[in-house]
């Protein structure tokens, strides 16, 4: 990635995460998609081809997901989900792509505390059984968390000469974390959760874009 593009997508990461700490504002959902929506132009520019394309997906439709949960709408939170769900599909195809065999062997605690994670994960959603607009949402939010536990899991295995992808996808499920206990566990949602969910969340991004950028111009 080049320097100035990860230096502006650092200052609007920044900006983005400041602005939680003040009262909602008109145009705030856009301040919150703008550092995705680079990182997506920059993955469409240094990524080679259709592995890069996939990256791009994922991470532009991050930028729509975030876009709809920063109206911090119940109503949306489900059509959020489905951007983050699709980009991580995404992702998945990314990262199916060259796998490293050896790694199951290697990176084999990391796979192992991921399935507790999601076992966990899984369960406390069950017992949980959030619900959204008069809506159970139980079964869509694991379905989620078994979505970004594949994504993960390849890219734990992905070949590359960078372990920064996997580190993005590890990150990625940390900041995730942070949404069910916000909407559907704490009775109204926790600034230093908002904060540190989104500086997790854009580090993840940016590990993952920024390690396919080095990937690709590696095999270059």
């Known amino acids: 990635m080049r ?13 983005s995460v400041a602005s939680n700490l003040t009262a909602p504002f008109f145009g705030i959902e856009l301040l ?22 996939w990256i ?3 991470v532009a439709l991050g930028s729509v997901g975030d876009f709809l949960l920063a109206t911090l709408s119940k109503a949306l939170f489900i059509p959020g989900l489905v951007a983050f769900l699709v980009g991580h599909l995404a992702y998945i195809v990314a990262f199916g792509r060259d796998r490293d065999e050896t ?9 192992l505390a991921l399935l507790l994670y999601t076992a966990c994960a899984a369960t406390f959603v069950a017992v949980q059984n959030p ?20 994504m993960t899991g390849l890219a734990l295995v992905h070949r590359a ?27 109204a949602p926790s600034l230093p959760l908002i904060v540190s969910g989104y500086v997790t969340y854009y580090l993840a991004q940016y590990l993952i874009v920024e390690g396919a950028c080095r990937e690709s111009a590696a095999r270059s």
């Open 161 to 187: 000469r960078t372990a920064l992808i996997a580190w993005g996808a590890v990150v990625f499920v940390i900041s995730d974390s942070h949404i069910p206990i916000n909407f559907f566990v704490l009775p």
């Open 56 to 58: 791009t997906v994922g």
């Open 131 to 150: 619900v959204v607009d008069g809506e159970h949402v139980a079964l869509p939010v694991i379905g989620y968390v078994a979505v970004i536990t594949l």
């Open 103 to 111: 790694a199951l062997v290697r990176r084999a605690p990391a796979l």
């Open 3 to 15: 320097p100035r593009t990860a230096l502006a997508y650092l200052v609007l990461s920044l900006v």
């Open 32 to 53: 919150k998609a703008i550092p995705t929506a680079l990182l997506a132009l920059e993955a469409a520019r240094a990524t080679r081809a259709g592995y890069g394309r």
